[in-house]
């Protein structure tokens, strides 16, 4: 099947075939967990509260992945989402305390889009390395977002010159009856079914409906960006804007928009952060998240279902670093599984050194689990980076970034 | 076009862009409150002798900082990874000067040395994924922070002293210190003596790229690589060698300060020096003296700041906001003169051309 016979029926084809792969992987990754899960006793690795847990960490990650992959879909490289993010924190606790949490959510929204509307007008207008004004806007959102901090927030209640705590969160969901019943059975350690209990029990209970929203603007960014003429035209500008422009599409103002939406995710992630992860606005609350979410978006191959992987591998081992040090134990016998699994993938793809390798990390990963009790906290919190770097240098050939992505783009011009 | 105008034109962008940033500074803090003439009295207020020798120990250590970020950034290679480098260099520097393990200032030597090869050899994981796996260096540099950083947070509380709430690395015996001169009464601190480290750097990084080969090769492959390849430059190894050596000088970035003040690396240590470099290194266009220049307005902007708090009610944060739009509107200040100048020469070459059109003409008809 190759690439320049792709019918509409090849594509369809390829698609299910896709997302069969992916059901597959996910399937596997539950049953591995429950699998390690039962043989090491350790019930916290998939508890309702690691769950709720993870949900909570992976959706500001999330937000700021989702938000560098409209911009770099567009061609424009966004280092400045962490200061998006942090400017999102502050425009939430802002508008939170003087209005209510949606109007946070939107007032997050607004603060990092006027991040990325600079980002935009540095970029875009001014033909700027995207670095380099992305550097600038992360240093220009960590002082703005500390300094409107003090300003404003000193004298509220609740407020300090570094914080604004006891803000109203949005609205919280339970499904009264499916709720409880799922965390019984998730107490009962049966094997899979708890865990899928576990699951919907995270799901069901006291869910912020601001977690709803997060997997509601992926898959419509998604359906916008893939979908339609509109994200048709955009994707084009990250691939080649001067064809995109011979053919009458506005690049200038396809990189505006998409850049102003990728820093009003980005803000809406650190809205989160400030609503929902903690119940109010401190300064550096972001931590790098904006990065790690740059870092889940080139995992996830700049594609919808990449980011949600990439950023729920980062979620999860964040979560979990915080709860017990078994799990994190625990964790080094699931690493080692799937490690085993990939090796074995390659073999069967007859990439033999490559298996070797993998095989031989694999034995390494199940050694350290047998002859120790416990792993250094800090080594779960290392997980996701090294991880990624492993990834990166193990697959960053079959890595495909948007062909235009971080090229400077004057209208007219040849280079 | 003349040289005086030429400089004028070089100088017109920075001017510019320092313009804008304080009108953009004097506009926020006037929109949240407070007086923005008061701001700028105290910023530009004589600093105290205290207060003087701190900007001077700030400007070597952000220097250094900004010259490890430029090395790369002069071959195209975006090493955000500065921040890790240092971090990382500055933990194992100070627990070899802790322990010991040499005499009097061997120890100090011993411990800079290691400070190069940590720092270098962080960097270097970067280069060498980026030739042989062709990951890309801005990635995995920001991956190489995060795992810095923790692993510095492991190591330091595994194998640290407890001191209170904090812990440090054994802290650096007397014949080791380098404290430095004191230019004014005793209280107001030495200028650290290893901040010459920061001066050698600059002249080092100067002759490097100016007057060698390497630093020629250096300059082709970040002006242009596809030419750089076909004059013979092996791209690959320039990539790795740049790394190392950007790493190198960034393990280099806290030694004044571990030596001459903080005497161990723990609650003391100055972390986001290597986050302000690369913003100093884009602000001097990677030149030494350009460097110099920005990393004096940082460590001035900074130590002024520390003023606001006791006498205002401005937060000193609002700096950040300054030295951000100066980045910002420093580049695209160039970027504006640029096109001024593309369009002045593109004008005089018309004109040129218009003027022996003309001559020719009443050649002709004469």
Known sequence: MSTTTATPQARMMRARKFSHAWLLITVLVIVALSAVRVITGVHEIDSTGTLRAAAIATCPILMAALGGLWSERAGVVNIGLEGQMILGTWGAAYFTYYYDPWIGVLGAALMGALGGLLHAVATVTFGVDHIVSGVAINIIGLGAAEFLAEAYFKNLEGGGVKQLTGLASPTEMTIPGVSDAAADIATQHWFVVSDLAAVVAALTSRLSLLTVLVPVLVVASAWILWRTAFGLRLRSCGENPAAAESLGVHVYRHKYIAVIVSGAMAGIGGGYLALVASSGFTTGQTGGRGFIGLAAMIFGNWRPGGIVGGSLMFGYTDSLTLRSTDAVHALLLLVGIGLAVYALWRLRQGRVASAGVLGAISVGFFAWFLLTDSVPREFTGMTPYVATLLVLAFAAQRLRMPAADGLRYRRGESI | ?366
């Open chain 2, 1 to 366: 076009m003349s040289i005086v105008r030429r400089f004028g034109m070089g100088l017109l962008a920075p001017l510019t862009a320092v313009a804008a940033a304080m009108l953009i500074t004097s506009i926020v803090i006037s929109l949240s409150g407070s007086s923005a003439i008061e701001f700028w009295e105290i910023i530009f207020s004589r600093p105290a002798d205290r207060v003087f020798v701190n900007i001077v120990n700030q400007t070597s250590l952000i220097y250094l900082a900004g010259l490890a970020a430029a090395i790369g950034f002069r071959m195209n290679l975006f090493n955000i990874g500065v921040e890790g480098q240092y971090t990382l260099a500055s933990y194992a520097a100070a627990s070899l000067a802790g322990a010991a393990l040499f005499p009097g200032l061997l120890n100090v030597f011993m411990s800079l040395l290691l400070a190069v090869a940590v720092g270098a050899a962080w960097a270097g994981i970067a280069g060498v994924l980026k030739v042989t796996r062709g990951v890309s260096e801005v990635i995995s540099t920001i991956m190489l922070n995060a795992i810095a950083i923790t692993l510095v947070g492991y190591l330091l509380n595994r194998y640290g002293v407890k001191v209170g709430n904090g812990v440090r690395t054994e802290v650096i015996p007397d014949g080791s210190r380098v404290d430095g001169w004191f230019p004014f009464a005793e209280p107001d601190g030495p200028v650290w003596a290893l901040g010459l480290l920061a001066v050698l750097g600059g002249i080092g990084f100067w002759v490097l790229l100016n007057k060698t080969r390497f630093g020629f090769d250096l300059r082709a492959t970040g002006a242009s690589q596809s030419a750089a390849v076909a004059s013979g430059v092996n791209v690959n190894k320039m990539v790795v060698y740049s790394m190392l050596m950007s790493g190198g000088i960034a393990g280099l970035i806290w030694m004044p300060s571990l030596f001459g003040a903080a005497y161990s690396y723990g609650t003391t240590f100055q972390a986001f020096l290597g986050f302000t470099g690369i913003a100093v290194a884009l602000l001097g266009r990677n030149q030494p003296v350009g460097i110099l220049v920005g990393a004096v307005l940082f460590a001035f902007l900074n130590e002024q700041s520390n003023r606001l708090t006791l006498e205002t009610d401005i937060s000193a944060n609002v700096v950040q906001i300054t030295q951000g739009v100066i980045v910002l509107a420093v580049v695209v200040a160039y970027e504006v003169v640029r096109r001024y100048r593309t369009k002045l020469e593109q004008r005089s070459v018309t004109e040129t051309l218009e003027a022996d059109k003309t001559a020719k003409g009443k050649a002709v008809s004469a």
